[in-house]
Every structure is written in structure tokens, then in C-alpha cells.
Nanobody, 117 residues
Framework: QVQLVESGGGLVQFGGSLRLSCAAS????????MGWYRQAPGKQRELVAT?????????ADSVKGRVTISRDRDNAKNTVYLQMNSLKPEDTAVYYC?????????WGRGTQVTVSS
């Protein structure tokens, strides 16, 4: 059974940094891309950033220049990271890891990120 396990969330002050990690346990075949989404209270889940197996990245406009998504060089590890800098209170949300494969769309349980002003 495949599980995505996020870590690295927490409480940080305005302007601070956090690094989120997501590790996939179990085998996932045919991965197309991995990424991060977030959901703030009362809002819909939204894209933060994605990265394909070829290394192409995509960022939400709201995080461009402040956030970097990366993967382990060994793609077989299926681990994705999100380095977040210059954090703002509006970045406060539950951050979810996502892995899209040919057969299924996997989600983690989420990790809370809270940015205090």
C-alpha cells in the first residue's frame, strides 16, 4: 500500500523559512509528476508547485521567487521537497503532498504550516 508522508511543517515567523519533505512508501510505477498543494481555512485546495520526472517545474504565481521544489536525484526514492523562504501569514495552510502516476493520484495527509505576523 502506497503512502505519502509529509514532514517539516510548523510555526514560523513572518519572513522565515521552512523545508517540507514528502516520502513515498511502497512502489509507485509510472510517476508523471510530484508536487505540493495547500488549503487554508475556508478556501479550496490550491497548487503550490509541481515537478515532473524530467525535472520541469511549475509554481503558483503567489509563491514564485520564494519557493523551490526539488526531488531526490535518485528518482526511485520518490521523495520531493519544498523549500519555502520569505514566508508570509497568507502562506498559512495545510500543505499536501501529491503524486500523480499513470494509474492513480496519491495524496498525503498534510502538514500544517503557520506563519505568524
Amino acid at each position: 500500500q502506497v503512502q505519502l508522508v509529509e514532514s517539516g511543517g510548523g510555526l514560523v515567523q513572518f519572513g522565515g523559512s521552512l523545508r517540507l519533505s514528502c516520502a513515498a512508501s511502497g512502489s509507485i510505477f509510472g510517476i508523471i509528476r510530484m508536487g505540493w498543494y495547500r488549503q487554508a481555512p475556508g478556501k479550496q485546495r490550491e497548487l503550490v508547485a509541481t515537478i515532473t520526472t524530467g525535472g520541469s517545474t511549475n509554481y503558483a504565481d503567489s509563491v514564485k521567487g520564494r519557493v523551490t521544489i526539488s526531488r531526490d536525484r535518485d528518482n526511485a526514492k520518490n521523495t520531493v521537497y519544498l523549500q519555502m523562504n520569505s514566508l508570509k501569514p497568507e502562506d498559512t495552510a495545510v500543505y499536501y503532498c501529491n503524486t500523480l502516476s499513470r494509474d492513480y493520484n496519491y495524496w498525503g495527509r498534510g502538514t500544517q504550516v503557520t506563519v505568524s505576523s
